[in-house]
């Protein structure tokens, strides 16, 4: 098994920042790409950011140059760093990673997700 456990969602003000944090544990071999995806009361799930092993990072359009994804030198813990919010990125957001378990089979998995409301 493999959890992925975040943190750091909250309220806040609009123009105010926020930090996300997701740790992965439990039988991993190896994580591939980490990110994070959010979901809007009635909107479909939709990509925020994820960062690759090598570094390589993407963005919706919607959050570049505001939202800034990193990994730790472990590399199983991502963290999303939000500046600039605005009413629209009120969302529940959820970590997503892939990757290999220790019995060395590819899979994916999803934290729980955490609550962020940017409202005045």
């Known amino acids: 098994q493999v959890q992925l456990v975040e943190s750091g969602g909250g309220l806040v003000q609009p123009g105010g920042s926020l930090r996300l944090s997701c740790a992965a544990s439990?039988?991993?071999?190896?994580?591939?790409?980490m990110g994070w995806y959010r979901q809007a009361p009635g909107k479909e799930r939709e990509l925020v950011a994820n960062?690759?092993?090598?570094?390589?990072?993407n963005y919706a359009d919607s959050v570049k140059g505001r939202f800034t994804i990193s990994r730790d030198n472990a590399k199983t813990t991502v963290y999303l760093q939000m500046n600039s919010l605005k009413p629209e990125d009120t969302a529940v957001y959820y970590c997503h990673s892939h990757g290999y378990t220790i019995a060395r089979t590819y899979d994916y998995w999803w934290g729980q997700g955490t609550q962020v409301t940017v409202s005045s």
């Open positions: 960062i690759t092993n090598s570094g390589y990072t």
């Open positions: 439990g039988n991993i071999f190896s994580i591939n790409t």
